[in-house]
């Protein structure tokens, strides 16, 4: 079945760095656009960058511009967020899903989320 | 402050129907499609609506949605317990290149 599984959360000290994994199977991975999308403790729902199905195009919310890096591996069915300059505010469940289309289009299929929290 | 508008919370009894809006303006709502997500308590969004008013196989025709302008609608008939959740609108926001949700609205069936 489609699904998309996150991995590589955990606690981390504000201004590291932290790199999460996405693993998708059971569809054909390279012709998706992908996302990440976040949810802070108690809040709503925040977008956080998108992938074209080629890599070709990234998109990123501004409260994560400049610091973190969306990137996919299709050769490994594998979506990457890199993270850099962590601070309090990014801990959250992070979400991978799978767009509706090749490009940005709409969230369909998401993970059960890997939560990073940021604190000293 | 989220770009997209919805109510904190919605409330009705079981068997009953229920709305939530969700206000945007042209650059998002306005020109671009709306989905809507169901989160259920402690598990992750799940995709109801999608293309405005299309339900993704598996989603019962107890949900629907529309759109008008920059405004669009989530309908829940016969509302029961396992409803219950956080139901959140999106869509892309072309000034913004972006893509934004609305704040969520909570439903309690009573």
């Known amino acids: 079945q489609v699904q998309v599984v996150e991995s590589g959360g955990g606690v981390v000290q504000p201004g590291r760095s932290l790199r999460l994994s996405c693993e998708a199977s059971g569809f054909a991975f390279r012709t998706y656009g992908m996302h990440w999308a976040r949810q802070a403790p108690g809040k709503g729902l925040e977008w956080v960058a998108v992938?074209?199905?080629?890599?070709?195009?990234?998109y990123y919310a501004d409260s994560v511009k400049g610091r973190f890096t969306i990137s996919r591996d299709n050769s490994k069915n594998m979506l990457y967020l890199q993270m850099t300059s962590l601070r309090a505010e990014d801990t959250a469940v992070y979400f991978c899903a799978r767009d509706l289309t090749g490009y940005h289009y709409g969230l369909g299929v998401w993970g059960q989320g890997t939560t990073v929290t940021v604190s000293s | 402050q989220s770009v997209l508008t919805q109510p904190p919370s919605v409330s009705a009894a079981p068997g009953q129907k229920v709305t939530i809006p969700c206000s945007g303006s042209?650059?998002?709502?306005?020109?671009?499609?709306v989905s809507w997500f169901q989160q259920l308590p402690g598990t992750a969004p799940k995709l109801l609506i999608y293309?405005?008013?299309k339900r993704p196989s598996g989603i019962p025709d107890r949900f629907s949605a529309s759109k008008s302008g920059t405004s669009a609608t989530l309908g829940i008939t016969g509302l029961q317990t396992g409803d219950e959740a956080d139901y959140y609108c999106g869509t892309w926001d072309s000034s913004l290149s972006a893509l934004i949700f609305g704040g969520g609205t909570k439903l309690t069936v009573l």
């Open positions: 042209s650059s998002n709502i306005g020109n671009n499609y």
């Open positions: 992938i074209w199905f080629d890599g070709s195009n990234q």
């Open positions: 293309e405005n008013n």
